[in-house]
């Protein structure tokens, strides 16, 4: 009888562990779903577009600029931005480009995602992301050197995630001037970060030497072949998402 209460409280402890583990795969479902219903109406999609003179305004007054899913739209669970809102960061370039806003000399491109997915999945997502949005932009002329990518996952909401509008806005890309306080109060120390091991794909948020950015090292893929893995790190876990189980 003892055997079988340790059991049962044994498995009742690993349900919430076994539910914040998905795959790389099971995420992408996730996203699909939860991003697919009601993003692209009949007729295509028509992206809400911030004009080039709102975002230097926004910046020169120390206000960051919010491109969420209404602006700039990814493809489901992936980096790769819809082709509809591809005038969205030709803007977005034409605006850092501008003389007007000459004087700053790097800016914050930061991934957010909604609460969707562990912890790690969505590091992993929020981090491609704005890596991706900078990889546009330098496309289209921004200097790289201008340009610093960070992924912050799920862990700083600007809306409530109870609802789809909300967790919709959340799936955002953020611009701001780095070093202007007025503009973010979030901080590279608050970059979330996954631990990998040696020989693999490169811990996020470490300094890219070459070029300068804060981005994860190596290559990063449009999208992982498979799902990620949690090792224990020397010296301990405390660069594992919290909440990252793996199977």
């Known amino acids: 009888m003892k055997r079988t209460v340790a059991i049962a409280c044994v498995f009742v402890l690993l349900i919430p562990c076994l539910c914040l583990g998905e795959t790389w795969e099971e995420f992408v479902k996730m996203r699909e779903k939860a991003e697919a219903p009601k993003m692209i109406p009949k007729g295509g999609l028509k992206p809400d577009l911030i004009p080039k003179d709102v975002i230097i305004q926004r910046i ?87 340009l610093v990518p960070r992924g912050f996952g799920k862990n700083h909401p600007a809306y409530a995630n109870e609802d789809e509008n909300g967790r919709r806005k959340n799936r955002r890309v953020v611009l701001c001037a780095a070093g202007d306080n007025r503009s973010t109060n979030l901080t590279d120390a608050q970059v979330c970060k996954e631990w990998t091991p040696p020989g693999g794909a490169a811990r996020y948020g470490t300094s890219d030497t070459t070029s300068g950015a804060v981005k994860p090292s190596g290559a990063v893929p449009a999208r992982p072949s498979a799902s990620p893995t949690a090792q224990t790190p020397p010296g301990g876990t405390k660069d594992i998402p919290k909440g990252f189980t793996p199977r």
Not at 70 to 75: C, G, N
Not at 120 to 130: D, F, G, H
């Open 60 to 146: 020169n007054q120390g206000q960051p600029v919010e491109f969420n899913s209404d602006a700039i739209l990814f493809e489901y669970g992936l980096a790769k931005v819809r082709p509809e809102c591809m005038p969205q960061v030709t803007v977005i370039s034409d605006s850092l480009k501008d003389p007007r806003l000459g004087h700053v000399p790097k800016f914050y491109v930061d991934g957010h995602t909604c609460s969707i997915g562990s912890d790690a999945n969505n590091c992993r997502l929020s981090w491609e992301r704005a890596n991706q949005m900078v990889r546009l932009l330098v496309d289209q002329g921004v200097p790289q050197s201008n």
